[in-house]
């Protein structure tokens, strides 16, 4: 797959501009020796104009961490990671971090690696009075941690005179009119220094994180050109004139990506797709949310919307990077007590609840009117008493649009499987990932489906080795909310609210487990993971309803692919999810419109030997004017339902 957007997690974008950013400062920094090169540095800086905003170099000591690199041979192309790396585990071959002063793990970290292990003594982190950073620089402690304090005013100066005529995260050279040192003595000893630079220091050091109380990092999202990865700070990125969809730094790079062979990943054979994608940006952003706006913005500054409304806490951690996700240890959380975070009993959307905020209650007032299905997120909020203000729709996606499969899609395109008449569900969610993170959210199946006994089954190597084979049963309880009870119980038949959780840490066409009913994948990226290869056959075999979820109609199309060359089947066409999320997720080298469960198809399996019927069966008839399938009266006739084999289900 040429576009990663929706499937990298969003530090590894930002790692890779900080990398990029930092090469380039260290090598102007070695080529601005002598004193005549730097008189015409100074005299190039007294000319950029001014910016009105304060700007604040932060001064940070570290005290906590230590890290080791693996092998810097593994830096591929100058680039810090391979493009292998999705999530932030998978740079645990290239970097790993240890709590410095550990001595026995600082001594496991350089043996296992047999590389030194390195201290950064000082960060500096320079950023404007908005948070936006626009540059940094660090000193290191050698391996023996031996090295002295080292002098910070040359550093600072340097660092200083880069971030005005390359600035990291926005906007063209400039220098501020007054910067503000968040180092007393540092603060001293800078201001004759930057006088030569036109730069004014302020009355006094700063106190405090920001000048503001508000102040916080925004999204920062710097643009690079698809083929050779070259940052806009390193030169002007435009798209490409035909689709606009993707970003290049040169013509040349645009005609290299033109030609490209095999054909079909050239741009040439791609262009007049893409801009058919571009052309659905209006509809995806076409969300009742008052926030809608803001949020499907292509600049959307996502950190600054979280903080704005104090979504730092609980599952919410998982969509910024301004605080620590669960999976977001590097090597340093080792082997966790509680291997599934928030999964215990009480209200089971409480990791939902915005700091100083009320939590989702665990279920409405009322249940759900009897063979009426929610169509829209405009709908599902009215019913639940939520505002279209609240941004839960972004956490919420995963079990509603289970939800619009199950009660929409799978009547319409299997209609012989009578599903909607079935007392108990068993679905397989394959290779689990980002929604692993929020699995509590999935309760808000059982108060739409209050009749239906559920069962989710997550699989996927990715889950942690410790969870593979272990189950959960969450129920309805009236003094605690929810409670959850590790390992088998006793389920009901039916007509009490109730979700069974099950885990396996194995890629899917190694699970023993009885036939699903459903098979869901949530933004799967086909063509991103070995293990479809192996995992899409599986399923072939298992010929049940499998849907599967995607960030943008560009995957959709790679994943038909990836099904006809894995097992000669292939997919519906892409449906829109009225579930999606409606956050937007920028690309970093592509302008086309990334959301979270974009879209929605379903495999179409390939004819089995001696049968000319393929599966799913032909197009059921419309849906009636309420917009919900009529389902099966008899259930005698599912029963007795003759499969394409010719034999009956017993």
Not at 134 to 145: M, N, R
Not at 270 to 291: I, K, V
Not at 400 to 408: A, N, S
Not at 619 to 637: I, Q, W
């Amino acid at each position: 797959m040429e576009f990663v957007t929706g499937y990298r997690a969003e530090i590894l974008d930002f790692a890779e501009l900080l990398f990029g950013w930092y090469r380039r400062f260290l090598l102007d920094s070695a080529c601005r020796g002598g004193s005549e090169r730097r008189k015409r540095l100074e005299a190039s800086i007294r000319r950029l104009p001014p910016d009105p905003a304060l700007w604040v170099l932060h001064v940070l000591a570290n005290r906590a961490l230590a890290f080791t690199v693996t092998d810097p041979g593994q830096q591929v192309g100058g680039r810090f990671y391979s493009e292998e790396a999705l999530a932030l585990r998978d740079l645990d071959r290239f970097i790993t971090f240890v709590s410095a002063g550990e001595e026995d793990e600082e001594e496991a970290a350089a043996a296992e690696t047999g590389q030194p292990l390195w201290r950064i003594d000082h960060l500096l982190l320079l950023t404007d009075e908005h948070g936006t950073i626009l540059g940094f620089d660090f000193s290191l402690g050698g391996p023996s941690g031996a090295a002295g304090p080292e002098p910070l005013e040359a550093r600072a100066v340097a660092l200083l005179c880069h971030s005005m005529t390359c600035p990291l995260g926005a906007g063209e050279p400039r220098r501020p009119k007054t910067l503000t040192v968040g180092d007393p003595a540092l603060h001293r000893s800078l201001e004759p220094l930057l006088s030569r630079l036109g730069v004014k220091t302020g009355k006094g050091a700063m106190r405090g994180w920001g000048p503001k109380p508000t102040f916080t990092f925004p999204t920062t999202r710097v643009r690079a050109c698809h083929v050779c990865k070259r940052h806009s700070f390193e030169g002007q990125v435009t798209a490409c004139p035909h689709c606009q969809a993707v970003l290049y730094c040169s013509e040349r790079c645009r005609k290299l990506d033109w030609n490209r062979s095999p054909e079909d990943i050239g741009h040439q054979f791609w262009c007049q797709r893409m801009a058919g994608y571009m052309s659905h940006a209006q509809e995806l952003a076409n969300l009742p949310f008052t926030f809608a706006t803001e949020v499907t913005s292509e600049n959307f500054n996502k950190e600054g919307f979280l903080s704005a409304r104090g979504l730092t806490r609980g599952y919410w951690a998982g969509e910024s990077m301004l605080v620590r996700a669960p999976d977001y240890g590097v090597g340093l959380l080792g082997g966790a007590e509680e291997p599934v975070a928030f999964l215990h009993s009480g209200n089971p959307f409480e990791a939902l609840r915005p700091e100083g905020g009320m939590a989702l209650p665990p279920a409405p007032t009322e249940p759900p009117a009897p063979r009426t299905f929610f169509g829209s997120w405009k709908e599902y909020y009215q019913w639940r008493g939520l505002p279209l203000g609240a941004p839960l729709a972004v956490l919420l996606s995963y079990p509603l649009t289970t939800y619009h499969i199950i009660t929409q899609l799978a009547p319409q395109h299997f209609p012989e499987l009578n599903i909607l008449n079935k007392q108990s569900l068993r679905i397989h969610v394959v290779e689990a990932g980002k929604e692993f993170g929020v699995l509590m959210v999935f309760w808000e199946l059982s108060v739409l489906l209050p009749h239906v006994s559920l069962e989710l089954l997550f699989v996927g190597d990715s889950l942690p080795r410790e969870l593979d084979g272990q189950q959960f049963l969450l129920q309805r309880d009236e003094e605690q909310g929810v409670s959850v009870r590790s390992g088998l119980a006793a389920r009901s038949k039916g007509g009490r609210r109730e979700l069974q959780l099950g885990f396996s840490a194995r890629p899917y066409h190694l699970l023993q487990a009885p036939k699903p009913d459903l098979v869901v994948g949530f933004n799967s990226g086909f063509a991103l993971k070995e293990t479809w290869l192996s995992s899409l056959p599986r399923l072939q075999s298992l010929r049940v309803p499998a849907y599967f979820t995607e960030c943008s109609e560009y995957s959709c199309a790679v994943d038909e692919a990836a099904v006809s060359m894995a097992t000669g089947g292939s997919a519906s066409p892409a449906h829109m999810n009225p579930f999606r999320s409606p956050f937007r997720q920028a690309g970093i080298d592509n302008a086309m419109p990334w959301y979270a469960n974009a879209f929605i198809f379903h495999l179409i399996y390939k004819a089995a030997p001696g049968n000319q019927r393929q599966i799913p069966a032909p197009p059921s008839p419309p849906l009636p004017a309420n917009g919900n399938p009529e389902p099966t009266r008899s259930r005698r006739k599912e029963k007795r339902q003759v499969r394409p084999g010719g034999r009956r289900r017993k």
